[in-house]
């Protein structure tokens, strides 16, 4: 399974998001780094709306998403951009 599914599956049992995207960026940070070549599953951007997060302070948020995918950064996810929102709340995407 990949890191993307692997990514998706968790924050939809932990969340049951009404609306979820996690983006594989990868391609656009290669040679950022001399072992990031823009060829694995090493940046994700996940964009999720969930009821779970109604009345969460935004760090809130980022720290549950965090925890929650903690065992793929330590397996080597170098960078997880998070933009979590509750419904009714604006977003840019």
């Known amino acids: 399974m990949s890191i993307r599914t692997t990514i998706e599956a968790k924050l939809r049992a932990a969340f049951s998001p009404e609306r979820l995207l996690v983006i594989d960026e990868s391609a656009h940070h290669a040679g950022h780094q001399p072992d990031i070549t823009g060829t694995g599953e090493t940046h994700m951007r ?8 109604s009345g969460m302070p935004r760090l809130a948020r980022h ?13 080597g996810l170098h960078a997880l951009a998070i933009e979590p929102a ?7 995407w």
């Open 86 to 92: 509750a419904p009714g709340e604006e977003t840019r």
């Open 46 to 53: 996940v964009r999720i709306v969930a009821a779970a997060f």
């Open 63 to 75: 720290r549950a998403i965090t925890a929650l995918l903690q065992p793929e950064l330590d397996a």
